[in-house]
C-alpha cells in the first residue's frame, strides 16, 4: 500500500492543467535529477518499469547474445529474465547464508577455477560462453557488500550491473546503494519503497551508457524531424504524469524509510524472545532501509513452518508473502548453471515478509504481532 500524502495530487494536476500527460514533460528531468542526487550518479534515464531499465543496463554496457552473466539465485525473476532478453545465459550465484545476498566466495572460485582468460576475455570452460557481466541483486532493502564484488570484477575485466529495485536509499559503507558499480537500475512499482504507479530508473557515472540507454528507450529514433531510426530501439520511456508521482514520491524518501525502519524495529523487539523467529541479518557497516521485515521460521522451535504461519495468518485476513523460488528451480531456468549448495533453497522454504507498508498504523502492527505471537504459543501443528 503506497504512502501519497505529498505532493502526488498537486503535481498531477500540474500534468492535467498544463496538458503534459505523455512522454516527454518537465517532470521526467526533475525525477531523474532528484534519483541522480539520490544516488550520488551523475546521469540518470527514467524508464517504463525496473525490468526495462535492467534490458537497458545490460545492452549498453555491452553484454552480447550468448554471452554468461553471474546473477543472484535469491531474487525477484525480472533480472534473470533482462539477461535473457538480450540473448545472454544467466549462471545463478547462491546466496550468501550471513547476509543472504550473492555470495561472493562463490563469484571468486567460479572466476578462478571454471574460467579461462582467452582473447582478451573470459571463458566459462564448462559451456565455452564468454563471461562479461556480475548483476548483484540488493534484495529485500537490503545493500550487497559491493567492495569484495568490485575487486573481482576489476581483475577480471567484468562489467557491474546493480539492481537496487528493492534498496533505494540504503548504503553500504556510507555510499548509496547502485553507486558502487558501473550502471545501476531503479523501480517505481506500486510495492517499491516508492511508487510512481509503474516506473524505473537507469543511473551511471558514464554519460554515454546513459545517453544511448534514452537513444534506445525512444526507439532509437536519430532525427527529431524525420522518422529515421537507427537501430532496433523499444518504447521503454516513463511518462510526465508517472514522472510527477514519482518526483513527489521521492521529496519524501527520508520519511518512507523511517517508517520502514520503525516497522522494523517495533518487530525486532517484539519477537526477540520469540523462539524460532529471526530476522534477516543488517551485516556490519551496511544501513538497510528494511523494505520488507522478513523472519525465518525455525518450524521445531516455532511449532509451525513459515508457509502454515503464512495460511494462519491469512485467515485472519493478515497478508504476508514468501520470498522468491530460487531461480535454478524455476522452470524456465531449470537448465541454466547453478553456482552453490542450496542455501537459497533453504531460505525459500523458511522465510515469511510480514506486512510492512509505510502506512501500515500503529495499532496494525500491534495485532500482526500479537498474532505471530498466539500462533506460536498455541503449540505445534499441521
Ligand atoms: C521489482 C523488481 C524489479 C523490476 O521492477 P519492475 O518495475 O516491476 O519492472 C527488478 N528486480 C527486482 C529484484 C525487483 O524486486
Not at 237 to 244: F, G, K
Not at 333 to 339: E, I, K, P, T
Amino acid at each position: 500500500m503506497p504512502l501519497l500524502d505529498g505532493n502526488e495530487k498537486a503535481y498531477l494536476k500540474e500534468c492535467l492543467d498544463t496538458n503534459w500527460v505523455s512522454s516527454a514533460g518537465p517532470f521526467i528531468e526533475k525525477f531523474e535529477a532528484a534519483l541522480a542526487a539520490e544516488t550520488g550518479l551523475a546521469h540518470a534515464a527514467a524508464t517504463v518499469n525496473g525490468t526495462a531499465a535492467l534490458h537497458l543496463a545490460l545492452l549498453v554496457a555491452g553484454v552480447e547474445p550468448e554471452d554468461e552473466v553471474l546473477v543472484s539465485d535469491l531474487t525477484f525473476i525480472a533480472p534473470a529474465n533482462a539477461v535473457t532478453y538480450v540473448g545472454a545465459e544467466p549462471v545463478f550465484v547462491d546466496a550468501d547464508p550471513h547476509s543472504w545476498q550473492m555470495d561472493t566466495d562463490l563469484v571468486a572460485k567460479f572466476l578462478r577455477d571454471v574460467c579461462d582468460r582467452r582473447d582478451g576475455g573470459l571463458v566459462n570452460r564448462a559451456t565455452g560462453r564468454r563471461v562479461t557481466a556480475i548483476l548483484p541483486v540488493h534484495i529485500l532493502g537490503h545493500p550487497v557488500d559491493m567492495d569484495p564484488l568490485m575487486t573481482l570484477a576489476d581483475e577480471f575485466g567484468l562489467a557491474v550491473i546493480e539492481d537496487a529495485t528493492e534498496s533505494l536509499g540504503a548504503t553500504n559503507r556510507g555510499k548509496p546503494v547502485g553507486s558502487s558499480g558501473d550502471i545501476s537500475c531503479y523501480s517505481f512499482n506500486g510495492n517499491k519503497l516508492l511508487t510512481s504507479g509503474g516506473g524505473g530508473m537507469i543511473a551511471s557515472d558514464n554519460a554515454d551508457w546513459i545517453e544511448q540507454s534514452r537513444h534506445l528507450s525512444t526507439q532509437a529514433r536519430s532525427s527529431s524531424e524525420e522518422y529515421i531510426h537507427d537501430a532496433v530501439g523499444f518504447n521503454y520511456r516513463l511518462t510526465n504524469i508517472q514522472a510527477a508521482l514519482g518526483l513527489a514520491q521521492m521529496e519524501r524518501i527520508a520519511d518512507h524509510i523511517a517508517a520502514k525502519k520503525a516497522i522494523a524495529a517495533a518487530y525486532q523487539k517484539a519477537f526477540a524472545e520469540v523462539p524460532g523467529l529471526s530476522f534477516m541479518p543488517e551485516a556490519d557497516g551496511v544501513e538497510s532501509t528494511f523494505w520488507l521485515s522478513t523472519v525465518l521460521v525455525d518450524k521445531a522451535a516455532f511449532g509451525m513452518g513459515s508457509r502454515d504461519l503464512q495460511a494462519h495468518l491469512a485467515e485472519l485476513s493478515i497478508q504476508t508473502r514468501p520470498l522468491w523460488q530460487p531461480l535454478h528451480l524455476s522452470p524456465p531456468y531449470a537448465g541454466s548453471m547453478f553456482l552453490g549448495s542450496g542455501v537459497a533453497d533453504g531460505l525459500y522454504v523458511s522465510a515469511l515478509s510480514l506486512p510492512s507498508s509505510c502506512g501500515l498504523t500503529r495499532d496494525q502492527q500491534e495485532r500482526v504481532i500479537a498474532e505471530v505471537i498466539a500462533a506460536q504459543q498455541s503449540g505445534p501443528r499441521r
